[in-house]
Each structure stands twice: as C-alpha cells, then as structure tokens.
C-alpha cells in the first residue's frame, strides 16, 4: 500500500514538473515586455557598480590608456580610502545633518501628505479638487536650480521680498544666507513644499481604490466623516504608508543634493553646521581630494542604506508580516 502512495505522489510530482518546464506564449510577451527594463537595469545599475572597485583602490591615470586599464593596474588599498570619510572631523555634523533632516522629512511628509489626501478626497467639488492636486503637484517638476533663483529672490540682502516687508515695518533687514538659525526651518519648508504634492497625489489614488460600498455601509450606521476616516480610510491607507517609509528608509544616508547646495547657493561656511550632508561634502572633496577617497564615502552610504532599509523592513515584518516588502 506505501509503495502504490509512493508511485502515485512520483507520478503527481513528474506531472507538476512537467507543468512548470513548459513555456507558453503569455511567458514569451510578458519576457519581450521586460526585456527594456531588463536592458536598462543592465546597462546603467549592474554594470556600473564594477566601478566600487574604486573605493578599495589608489586610482592612477596612465597615459594612454582606458579607464578599465587604469582601474585594474592601480594600487589596492583596501579600506584605507574610507578613513577620509570617517577620520574627518565634519562627520558628526554630517551623519546629524544627513539622518538628522531625513528623519523629520519622511514623518512629516507622510503626516502631511495623508492628512491633505484625505481632505482632498472629502471635497464634493471635482473641479476643484483638480486645481488643488495640479498647484500642490506642480513644484515636484520645478528643477532646485530654478526654485534656489526663486528662494534668492525672497531672502537677498538687498532687494529680497522678506527684507522690503521687514523695512516696510521699521525693522532692520536679515542677512539670510548669514543666519544659520533660520535654515532649518527653510530646508524643511522647501523640501515640503516639492515634495508633499507628489506624495499626496500617491495617497489620493489609493483612497479613490477603496471599495465605495464600505462609506455607505457607514452612512448607513450614522458615521460622522472623522469616524469614517478613522475606520475606514486610514486602515486603508496603511499598507501604502509602510511602503512608502520602508522605501524612504532606504534613503536616509543620502540628502537631496540640490536642497542643501543649490538653494544655500552652495552652503556657505555660515551655514555649515546647518546644512552641510554627506553628498555636498563629496562634492566638495572631488575638488581637491582622490577619486578614491570620494567614491569610498558613496559606498559607505550605499551600504548603510542597505542597512538600513532592510532593517526597517525586518521591524516592518516583526510588527505585521503582512506588510512586509521583502
């Protein structure tokens, strides 16, 4: 009798084998439809991190030849590179900086984008609605570049906005770019207000996903709007929030480049302590410093962000498996 049961779960086991191996033809679309992002990822993420070998190297150029030749015959160092970054006498200011704004910027903007996706999801008005999500929208198209003119414009010494508003009223002009104390809260609002839009539009669309039927079994029961948000809408909402500061997390050893040194018009040495991070301190090393000791500093980050996203996805899956990305 064991032996026929046997037989008979081979037998199943070849069949389901089987199954598996054979290719069908939504396999050969679904493989053709990846295949540019397959390219792509190819091309410009695998290939290029042949280049870490950098970081563990004393690059030398050699006249005449390529790059490939040049990375291989040069000197290794091993972990002799890293010491630039963590031998520096900036790099508290830096890791407080970089993790420091990081960590205000993914709880605030998620408070924020969820509380206005949820207001803008009770207005009646559709059309207004649109105009709402267009302006909150249109500042994450806007290039730092372009917005670090506009910021120039409010807080320049002379002709700022903020200053002719301060002499209108008896007060003396504030040399912005001088006053480290007030950059914290600029960074913070200009990094909201090009970024909150696209978060909440994010949001919005997951709200608009929600079984209707589920408000007006509410209604039904006499639900206020604020019990329907609390019941309804943000238990909805939660999956995408966990992944969006699962994903966020795995940022937070980089600084948006652009904030902290365009609109500081290239952080200045008042404004040092309050908004140099690890990108604008690389930045400013390739200048004068190897490419080896700079290229150590992005694999450091690189690696800390790796770190660092699958741990809070390990919290994530501890909490709730079910949220749980990886």
Request: proline share 3%; net charge positive; charged share 15%.
């Amino acid at each position: 009798m064991q032996d026929k049961v046997k037989n008979v779960k081979d037998d199943v086991n070849k069949k389901v084998k089987t199954k598996r191996k054979k290719w069908h033809r939504d396999d050969t679309e679904l493989t053709l439809l990846a295949l540019p992002t397959l390219i792509w990822y190819l091309l410009f993420s695998f290939l290029p991190m042949f280049g870490v070998l950098i970081a563990f190297k004393r690059y030398q150029i050699f006249p005449g030849k390529s790059f490939l030749y040049n990375l291989i015959h040069s000197e290794w160092v091993g972990f002799d590179n890293f010491q630039y970054l963590i031998k520096s006498n900036s790099l508290f200011v830096l890791l407080r900086n970089t993790i420091g704004y990081n960590l205000v910027f993914i709880l605030l903007g998620i408070v924020i984008s969820v509380s206005l996706a949820i207001m803008i999801s009770l207005i009646y008005s559709k059309r207004k609605s649109k105009v709402y999500q267009t302006a909150m929208f249109f500042p994450h198209f806007l290039s730092w570049v372009v917005v670090s003119y506009f910021v120039f414009s409010f807080l320049s010494y002379d002709k700022g906005i903020l200053n002719s508003i301060l002499e209108a009223f008896g007060k003396e002009p504030i040399q912005w770019y001088m006053e480290a104390k007030y950059w914290p809260f600029i960074l913070l609002f200009m990094n909201l207000w090009k970024t909150v839009g696209y978060s909440t539009v994010v949001y919005l669309a997951s709200i608009t996903g929600i079984d209707p039927s589920l408000y007006e079994a509410a209604v039904v029961d006499g639900a206020s709007k604020w019990q329907q948000v609390k019941s309804i809408t943000l238990p909805s909402l939660k999956p995408i929030v966990i992944m969006m500061f699962i994903l966020n997390a795995g940022r937070i050893f980089y600084s948006d480049f652009g904030l902290f040194y365009q609109v500081t018009r290239g952080v200045p040495a008042s404004l040092y302590d309050v908004a140099s991070t690890i990108d604008t301190y690389v930045y400013n090393a390739l200048l004068t410093s190897p490419i080896g000791m700079t290229s150590a500093a992005t694999v450091f980050q690189s690696v800390a962000c790796c770190i660092t996203i699958l741990l809070a996805n390990w919290i994530v899956k501890k909490i709730d498996d079910d949220y749980a990305i990886i």
